[in-house]
C-alpha cells in the first residue's frame, strides 16, 4: 500500500502539466512554453539520433559525453585528493592542527564566486570547469573522510600492531580499506552539487555539454528541448545515485551497520 | 628500591612478566603507584579493582599502547616497546576489523606478520590453523560472515582466536566480556578455561568483577587506592599498589565451584580489602603472600601509619 503512494505526486505532476500545455495549445498551437509531450519527443528523438546539420554529430550523446567527462574528472580527482589529505589530516594530529582551519575556510567560499578567477586563471576551456567541480566538492570529500578517519577506534589500530602490522600497513590495510565505502557515499552526496557546477560552468562559456545546451536553447525558448534535457539530467543523476548505493551495498556489505 | 627483598621473586630470571617500579600518572593524579609485580608463563593472572584503580592504565602499559613515568617492564627479561606480536588483546570492543570476514579476521595476524613470500608458502597451514581456531571456537561455520552479522559473544570468541593464532607470550584480556549478557558471559568463561586448560597460555585478565576473577584465575592480584602507607599524602592522592595477591587452586572449571562457601569467603575479603573506600588497610598489612609476589618499598611508604 506504502509503496503505491510514491508515484502519486509524479503522477499528480503530470497531470497538471499535460492539462496546462493542451489549454495553452488550444488557444494557440504554435506556443513553446508548455509543448506537448509529441512534441518533445520529436525534438529529443533529432538529438538523440540525427546528426546535427552544423557538426554533424549527434548532439545528446555528444552532449551527455562531454559533460560525464567533465563531472568524471573533476570528481575522480576531488575524491582522491579528498582521500588522501582527509586521510592524513584524520591520523595525524599535527598535520590537521595546521590545515584544518585552511580547509574548513576553503569549504566555505561559494565555488561559483571564484568561477570567474577560475576562467581567467585556467582559461575558459575543460580545465576551469573540471577545477571548479574540484574545488566544490573537494573539501566536502575531506572533512568527511577526515572525520571517518578518527572514528576508527584506538582499540584496532593497537590490536593490528600486536597482529604484526607496521605502521604503513596499519594505514592501507585497516584504516583505507574502511574509508572507501565513506567516500563512495561522499561522493554520492556532493554529486547533486557537482551537477550544479558542472551546468553553472557550462551555461557561462562551452562549446558543448548538457548545461551549455540547455542555456542555448533558452534564447530560442525552446522548451522542447529544455524540458527532455532537464529530464535526462535528473534520469543521470538519478542513475548515479542508486547505482552507488548499490554497488556500496553489494562491495561493503558490512558498511553503515551499526555494532550489536 | 630501598628494601631489596631477598624474595626470588624479585629476581626477573625466569619470570615471564617482571615489572619493577612503575609509576603512571595523568596530569597530576597519580594512578599507579609503584608496582612490582612478577608472573610466570603459564599463569592465569587475574587483576581486580575499584572503578578508576587504573587496572585498564596498568594493562595499557602490558600493551605498550602507553609508557610508563617510571619503572621498567620486561617480558621475558626484554623491555616491552611498542604493541607487537609478543602481545595478544582482546578489548571489551573493537576488537575485530568491521571491514573482514570472520576467517579473514582470524588470518589477518599471519597475513600481516608474514611477507608475501611467506605468506605463499604457508598459506594452506595458517588456513589449517583459522580453521581449527574457529572450529575449537565454535564458530566454524561462521567463517564467511562478518562481525556485525554475530552477536557479541561470538565476536568475543573471534576476537580471541584472532590474538592465540600470533601464539603471543602473553594474552592481555581488557574486561573482555564485560559488555554480554550473563549467561553469555558465564558460558564464555568456561569456555576461556577450557581453551586455557589446553593451551596452558600466560593470559592477564582485567576485570572489575571479583567473582570472575576468582573463577578463571590461578592467581587473583588487586589493585586498589584504597589503603595507608607512611606518606604524608592525603589518602585519596597516592595511586593504587597491588593491595592483595592470591594463589586460587583450581579443580575442574566447573560453574560449581562459583557456589562454594570457600570461593564466596574468598570474594568477600577482596571485596572488603580493595573495593571499600572506608576500609584502608596499612601497607604492612597487605596479603601478599603469593610465592611470586615482591615489593620494594621506600622508606617513607614502609612507615606504616
Redesign the interface.
Known amino acids: 500500500m506504502r509503496r503505491t503512494l510514491g508515484p502519486l505526486p509524479f503522477l499528480l505532476a503530470l497531470v497538471v502539466y499535460l492539462v496546462a500545455s493542451n489549454a495553452r495549445l488550444r488557444e494557440n498551437p504554435l506556443d513553446k512554453l508548455l509543448p506537448s509531450p509529441v512534441r518533445m519527443a520529436a525534438a529529443a528523438r533529432s538529438l538523440a539520433f540525427e546528426p546535427d546539420r552544423r557538426s554533424g554529430s549527434r548532439l545528446l550523446w555528444l552532449d551527455t559525453g562531454a559533460s560525464l567527462e567533465r563531472l568524471g574528472i573533476g570528481m575522480s580527482c576531488a575524491a582522491l585528493a579528498g582521500l588522501l589529505l582527509g586521510l592524513n589530516l584524520g591520523l595525524f594530529p599535527g598535520l590537521s592542527a595546521l590545515l584544518q582551519p585552511f580547509v574548513t575556510a576553503v569549504s566555505i567560499i561559494p565555488p561559483l564566486a571564484v568561477l570567474p578567477i577560475l576562467f581567467i586563471v585556467f582559461g575558459v576551456d575543460e580545465l576551469s570547469k573540471v577545477v571548479l567541480i574540484f574545488v566544490g566538492t573537494f573539501p566536502v570529500i575531506t572533512r568527511e573522510i577526515m572525520l571517518a578517519a578518527r572514528n576508527i ?4 589500530i ?8 607496521t605502521q604503513l ?1 596499519v594505514v592501507y ?2 584504516v583505507l ?2 574509508l572507501l565505502p565513506r567516500l563512495l557515499e561522499t561522493v554520492r552526496l556532493t554529486l547533486g552539487s557537482a551537477w550544479l557546477f558542472l551546468i553553472a560552468s557550462e551555461a557561462i562559456a562551452a562549446e558543448n555539454g548538457l548545461g551549455y545546451r540547455i542555456f542555448l536553447m533558452r534564447r530560442y525558448l525552446a522548451m522542447d528541448v529544455i524540458l527532455p534535457y532537464a529530464l535526462w539530467i535528473t534520469v543521470l543523476g538519478f542513475a548515479f545515485d542508486l547505482a552507488l548505493k548499490y554497488f556500496i551495498a553489494w562491495r ?4 553503515g ?4 | 628500591m630501598t628494601e631489596p627483598s631477598a624474595n626470588a621473586a624479585a629476581d626477573p630470571a625466569g619470570k615471564l612478566l617482571f615489572l619493577e617500579d612503575v609509576y603512571k600518572s595523568y596530569g597530576p593524579k597519580i594512578v599507579l603507584d609503584d608496582i612490582d609485580l612478577s608472573v610466570r608463563a603459564g599463569e592465569f593472572c587475574g587483576l581486580v579493582g575499584p572503578s578508576g584503580c587504573g587496572k585498564s592504565t596498568l594493562l595499557r602499559l602490558l600493551l605498550g599502547a602507553e609508557r610508563a613515568d617510571a619503572g621498567r617492564i620486561l617480558l621475558d627479561g626484554a623491555p616491552l616497546g611498542a604493541p607487537d606480536p609478543q602481545r595478544g588483546i582482546v578489548f571489551q570492543k573493537y576488537s575485530l576489523f568491521p571491514h573482514l570476514s570472520i576467517l579473514d579476521n582470524v588470518l589477518l595476524g599471519p597475513r600481516l606478520s608474514s611477507n608475501f613470500g611467506q605468506w605463499r608458502r604457508q598459506r594452506a597451514s595458517f588456513m589449517d590453523e583459522a580453521a581449527s581456531l574457529l572450529k575449537t571456537m565454535r564458530l566454524e561455520s561462521d567463517g564467511d560472515k562478518y562481525p556485525h552479522q554475530l552477536s557479541g559473544g561470538m565476536q568475543q570468541r573471534v576476537a580471541i582466536a584472532q590474538a592465540l593464532i600470533m601464539h603471543p607470550k602473553i594474552l592481555l584480556m581488557d574486561e573482555p566480556f564485560g559488555a554480554l549478557d550473563p549467561s553469555v558471559r558465564e558460558d564464555l568463561q568456561v569456555h576461556l578455561l577450557q581453551i586455557w586448560e589446553e593451551r596452558r597460555m600466560t593470559v592477564f585478565f582485567v576485570t572489575h568483577d571479583i567473582h570472575e576473577a576468582l573463577f578463571l584465575s590461578t592467581r587473583v592480584l588487586v589493585l586498589s587506592q584504597y589503603y595507608r602507607d607512611g606518606r604524608t599524602l592525603p589518602p585519596d592522592c597516592h595511586g593504587s599498589k597491588v593491595v592483595g595477591d592470591y594463589q586460587i587452586k583450581k579443580d575442574a572449571a566447573s560453574t560449581d565451584l562459583k557456589r562454594t562457601a570457600e570461593f564466596a569467603d574468598l570474594a568477600q575479603t577482596i571485596r572488603r580489602e580493595g573495593f571499600e573506600p572506608t576500609v584502608l588497610q596499612n601497607i604492612n598489612e597487605f596479603n601478599l603472600k603469593h610465592p611470586d609476589s615482591w615489593r620494594s618499598l621506600n622508606p617513607e611508604e614502609a612507615a606504616g601509619s
Not at chain 1, 577506534?153 to 584496532?156: M, W
Not at chain 1, 593497537?158 to 602490522?165: E, I, N, P, Q, S
Not at chain 1, 551497520?257 to 550489536?260: D, S, T
Open positions: 577506534p584506538r582499540e584496532q593497537v590490536k593490528a600492531l600486536t597482529l604484526g602490522a600497513e590495510r585497516i580499506p574502511q561493503y556489505p558490512w558498511y551497520v551499526e555494532e550489536e
